[in-house]
């Protein structure tokens, strides 16, 4: 499996500012991911942070919004741009992770809780 | 698009009774489908998956099952604990290989 962290683990901030999250794994990974869960709701695929080049944004997420970096095999960061309260929601980072035992599998950080006032 | 159906949205158990949690999907290409269980506060954490060569899996207390031709797979959890509550979700993938998840299950073990 893969560990992985995440900084802030949570935050409260104020409507039209940014925040930067920061995701770090224990180990290289090819696959690394960043889905939004909305309170009480499933998880919501944002982009995949694809390592040397642009993120691949799922159907209703934009660069704009979601600017992420992938600059190495272990780090990404997503900024959530320009908030708002709709952007209130767990931001979770996650890996695909390979062994020979179980093939790839998919594993989440603990999630960063954003509040936005 | 793959849709995955989850159901029941929440189940409430008596400790040491078992729970069952059902989800169907409808791209018939998808392979694998993992499940994760979120407690308060926490991250989704992986608690078993299966592979669609697979038609039963097994680990302790938990398992899951694969009906490929109907389109469904479920959760079994034996012998339950309070430990045991939680949010579970089923996944499954898409034809481009990214997971698509249920809306989730609340599950309750009452002592």
């Known amino acids: 499996s893969a560990v992985i962290s995440q900084k802030p683990s949570r935050d409260i901030c104020q409507r039209g500012t940014s925040l930067t999250i920061q995701c770090q794994v224990d180990s290289q990974v090819t696959m690394m991911f960043w889905y939004r869960q909305q309170p009480g709701q499933s998880l919501t695929l944002i982009a995949t942070?694809?390592?040397?080049?642009?993120?691949?944004?799922e159907s209703g997420f934009v660069i704009d919004k979601f600017p992420i970096s992938r600059p190495n095999l272990t780090f990404s960061t997503l900024t959530v741009s320009n908030m708002s309260p709709e952007d209130s929601s767990i931001y979770l980072c996650?890996?695909?992770?390979?062994?020979?035992?179980?093939?790839?599998?998919?594993?989440f950080g603990p999630g960063t809780r954003l509040l936005v006032l | 698009g793959e849709n995955v159906e989850q159901h029941p949205s929440t189940l409430s158990v008596q400790e040491g009774d078992s729970a069952v949690i059902k989800c169907t999907y409808s791209d018939s290409a998808s392979n694998y489908f993992p499940w994760y269980k979120q407690e308060l506060g926490k991250g989704p954490q992986l608690i078993i998956d299966i592979r669609s060569n697979v038609g039963e899996k097994k680990d302790q207390r938990i398992a899951v099952t694969l009906n490929k031709t109907a389109k469904h797979f479920s959760l079994h959890i034996t012998e339950t604990q309070p430990e045991d509550s939680a949010v579970y979700f089923c996944a499954a993938t898409d034809s481009w290989g990214k997971l698509q998840f249920g809306a989730g299950t609340q599950v309750v073990v009452t002592p």
């Open positions: 996650s890996v695909e992770a390979a062994s020979l035992a179980a093939g790839e599998t998919q594993y």
């Open positions: 942070a694809n390592q040397g080049s642009e993120a691949t944004y």
